[in-house]
């Protein structure tokens, strides 16, 4: 394959999506709606592959669909539902993880859990949460937490980063984002992360670790997040922002693009074979390797830089893992959280605001249509 003319299909590709090219690839504004188009086209690619999934399951998630003018905010009672594979479940989570978010879904490794937390009231999936295992090496959880590195895997085990973490229409006009944000530190949620990965030994290691998780981690979508912010129950925190992160990753390489650039390097002998247990990165490190042999080395970052979080679910975190101290966790049941949320954000924002009211299922089925 003509490596110039690879090499200029890449540069192409980024300046389409938005981006400055030169040397370095960086989004050419910063505001957040600049970052959503940069991200439209990998979204939209995405939802062509899954065309036939989305239509197939069209009946099944909107049959659930709620007009926003049928809810009401005071009784809104929820409940965390597990998506195991094959149930409906899991198919909602699928079909609303496609359509829903501006970021593109990207696949998970490792271990994996996904949630659906359920307004039980209304019968409505409320919102997502989709854990997945973290990156062994993140610089900024590694230093704040003082990780030393002879048992960083182990530290490691014991976290999930949440991949998928937001609220479904109505209820993300009703600031159910952070509803969402606080189920993750949920009693129940925790709980069934244990069920399933008791007496499970690690891929690598072979080990079995207790399946006790201590904290979980996520990103923003786009710079500094409105909704981790500050984020409290009953004054206490649940969200430590850590930074951002250094703005590397793939979603701005198509999937076609990088079929090529597989091809490409399958042709100069370099193996681009993926190995159980690989984990996340390993895309990432193909198209290192891709970039750095095209001479675009710095093509790996697409400099949107995304605030990191650490939602601690024990009061000592870092004791445990500097002085090995008994974890204290904190107990939070779904129901209060619930409560809580209701009286602090939903209530006052749902008398505020009308917007919610306004959002339209036929409206919303209409647009999805469209754009398959």
């Known amino acids: ?207 079995v670790i207790d399946s006790d998780l201590l904290f979980l981690t996520t990103t923003s979508a786009f710079g500094r997040s409105s909704i981790y912010n500050r984020l409290k129950y009953h004054g206490d925190f649940v969200a430590e922002s850590l930074g951002y992160t250094k703005g590397s990753g793939t979603f701005h390489i198509p999937q076609e693009l990088y079929s090529d650039i597989l091809k490409y390097l399958s042709s100069n002998g370099i193996n681009t074979g993926t190995t159980f247990g690989c984990g996340p990165s390993r895309k990432l490190k193909i198209l290192y390797q891709a970039f750095s042999k095209l001479d675009i080395g710095g093509y790996t970052y697409h400099n949107i830089q995304r605030e990191f979080f650490l939602f601690p679910l024990v009061d000592n975190l870092k004791e445990v893992i500097s002085k090995n101290e008994k974890p204290r966790y904190f107990e939070r049941n779904l129901s209060n959280l619930n409560d809580y949320w209701k009286q602090r954000w939903c209530i006052p924002r749902a008398e505020r605001q009308k917007d919610w009211a306004e959002f339209k299922k036929e409206i919303f089925l209409h647009k999805i249509i469209q754009e398959l």
């Open 1 to 207: 394959m003509n490596e110039s003319a690879l090499r200029n299909r890449i540069i192409n590709s980024l300046t389409l999506q938005g981006f400055n090219v030169n040397g370095h690839v960086s989004p050419i504004l910063s505001d957040k709606e600049s970052f959503k188009k940069i991200h439209e086209h990998s979204r939209k690619e995405q939802i062509s592959l899954q065309k036939d999934f989305i239509l197939k399951n069209l009946e099944t998630a909107s049959k659930y669909f709620i007009n926003g003018r049928n809810v009401n905010p005071k009784e809104i009672e929820l409940e965390i539902r597990i998506a195991n594979d094959g149930s409906e479940e899991h198919t909602l989570f699928r079909w609303w993880n496609l359509v829903w978010w501006s970021v593109p879904y990207q696949r998970a490794y490792g271990r994996q859990m996904r949630f659906i937390l359920w307004d039980k009231t209304h019968n409505a999936p409320f919102g997502l949460i989709g854990l997945q295992s973290p990156v062994l090496k993140m610089a900024v959880r590694d230093n704040f937490l003082q990780i030393p590195k002879s048992t960083l895997d182990f530290w490691v085990n014991k976290s999930m980063q949440a991949q998928r973490l937001g609220a479904l229409p109505p209820y993300n006009q009703l600031l159910g984002g952070k509803m969402v944000a606080l189920s993750l530190t949920a009693n129940e949620l925790r709980n069934a992360y244990k069920e399933k990965y008791k007496d499970v030994e690690t891929i690598l290691e072979k080990r």
